[in-house]
């Protein structure tokens, strides 16, 4: 397996791995008042998430920036809460075809995350000789397993919302409330505090 290969694969699996599902949950709460007819606003949205993400991560990796890792693991849940928390006031996207504050939430909590992986990943990337290909098949890979958990999403948003008939307004009710939930506890548990 070549480098490519290789971080490609761990971005995959970092967005995909279910002990930091913190990840899955945020681009969840993206999702949430989507149906499969709006499918291009949520890879637009995934993808500007992935963007600031990106660029963080390069930023961190380069020694650029420097954070405190226990404020950004803190503002990880934050930014899981606040995203979930505006899908409860509003179970409906915007309509209309401009930029929406959804998107820009999205970019900005990207940069949030980003942070809080960059550690992990410029310990990986310090071995390397050019970090840029890596971080480009990183970065990829995350795009990939985000695309998955909305494929994923938006199967079992056609089964209950277009076929079972569970009305949009709830399912979306549903999935907010329930990342909501698990965001606040995650920010409870917190050693920030």
Partial sequence: ??????????????????????????????????????????????????V?????????????????????EFLIPVTIAITAFIS???PKPASGKGLTINYIFALFFGLIHGLGFSNYLRSLLGKEIAIWKPLLAFNLGLELGQLVIVAF??????????????????????????????ALMLML?????
């Fill in 1 to 50: 397996m070549n480098s490519f290969q290789l971080y490609f694969r761990l971005g995959v699996q970092h967005i995909l791995d279910i002990q930091g599902y913190d990840h899955i949950l945020f681009v969840l709460a993206l999702c949430a008042v989507f149906i499969p007819r709006d499918w291009r606003k949520i890879i637009i949205l995934v993808t500007a998430f992935t």
């Fill in 52 to 72: 600031g993400h990106s660029l963080t991560l390069a930023l961190a990796t380069f020694k650029v920036i420097q954070v405190n890792t226990e404020l950004i």
């Fill in 88 to 90: 409860i006031l509003r």
């Fill in 153 to 182: 999403f938006l199967l079992a948003t056609s089964i209950l919302v277009g076929i079972a008939g569970v009305s949009r307004k709830e399912w979306t009710l549903i999935v907010s409330s329930f990342v909501f939930g698990i």
């Fill in 189 to 193: 548990e917190m050693k920030f505090w």
